[in-house]
């Protein structure tokens, strides 16, 4: 059977099927434009050298993949079958000053990259404590680091803040230009702590201690989340950063301490049970080792605590250890 070709109209139609198609595919990605620049105009310091890292990364990378698809055009245009007027040399082989480009020029943006990640390692170690605040702005010798101790629980952040005496349940606060040390733990599975405008994110986990440094440099509400997938409540795992001026800051702890409920034992226990979309709450006291007993899984009465059952490990076969050595 004979194949007749498309008529106008069939074509209309189906160029108006496709624009539709095509428009909400570009459409849904408007919105990603926007997921980065966060970190390109970051308020803090930490934030600020993380997304500087990025662009001199990916600007060396560049020099390599630019080119490259540069010259796929543009040898696939020249060396076309129609154009008669390229040289033709198919008993070529070897070119020294090609081999030295393709080679050399890698091997300095792989040195370049080596040196920068070495270098950005060391300074932005995030257990390392700040030793500025800005660019030409060091950490007066004075100046104390903001403790906040961080459980990340299913599926809502508290903070507990140990020299205040208080704990806020998805929302924190700093004083601006203050060096923050997080102090972060999890309460079951592993997590993730996340402020984009402050610093990278770190991983929580039960069990386990991990540290940040960090600090704000503008005064703002920020956004926080969780960036590691972990449950039914993970996508409203989230929480607002208050960057503060040092009597904003004082108000702030003011009105946390202004509630009467304490964060004791008990009622931490009541909050780690699974819940999502837990608004803000504020307590105006603190057990003072609530961070410790859940970072060593024992808030329950009667548990165990795990840095007392590897204790007394320790003890148990450095004693089995002696009494071989005797023997």
Request: hydrophobic share 45%.
């Amino acid at each position: 059977m004979r194949a007749f070709p498309a008529t106008p109209v069939a074509t209309t139609r189906m160029s108006a099927f496709r624009f539709p198609r095509r428009a909400a595919v570009l459409a849904s990605l408007l919105p990603l434009a926007g997921c980065g620049t966060v970190v390109f105009n970051a308020s803090g310091d930490v934030a600020r050298q993380q997304g500087t890292l990025i662009v001199h990364s990916t600007l060396l990378m560049l020099l390599v993949i630019v080119p490259v698809l540069a010259l796929i055009g543009i040898v696939a245009w020249r060396y076309r079958q129609s154009n008669r007027a390229a040289t033709y040399t198919p008993e070529w082989d070897h070119s020294t000053q090609l081999e030295l480009v393709i080679w050399m020029v890698p091997l300095l943006i792989i040195i370049a990259l080596g040196a920068i990640t070495w270098i950005s390692t060391h300074t932005l170690d995030p257990y390392r404590p700040l030793d500025r605040i800005g660019k030409g702005r060091a950490v007066a010798a004075d100046v104390k680091p903001l403790v906040v101790d961080v459980v990340a629980l299913d599926w809502k952040w508290l903070f507990i803040y140990p020299e205040q005496g208080i704990a806020t349940v998805n929302e924190m606060a700093a004083p601006v230009d203050r060096p923050i040390r997080f102090n972060i733990t999890a309460s079951s599975v592993m997590n993730s702590f996340f402020i984009p405008a402050v610093a990278g994110q770190i991983y929580a986990m039960p069990g386990m201690q991990t540290q940040l440094h960090a600090v704000v440099n503008e005064p703002g509400t920020y956004e926080g989340f969780s960036a590691n997938y972990s449950g039914a409540g993970f996508s409203h795992m989230r929480f607002a950063f208050r960057g503060l001026d040092e009597v904003g800051f004082e108000q702030w702890v003011a009105q946390a301490r202004s509630h009467s409920a304490p964060l004791d034992r008990p009622a931490y226990l009541q909050l780690e049970k699974p819940s999502e979309n837990v608004p803000v709450a504020f307590y105006g006291q603190v057990d003072a080792g609530l961070f410790d007993a859940v970072l060593n899984r024992c808030v329950a009465p009667g548990t165990t605590c795990m840095n007392q059952m590897m204790m007394r490990d320790m003890h148990a076969n450095g004693g089995a250890a002696h009494h071989h050595a005797t023997e």
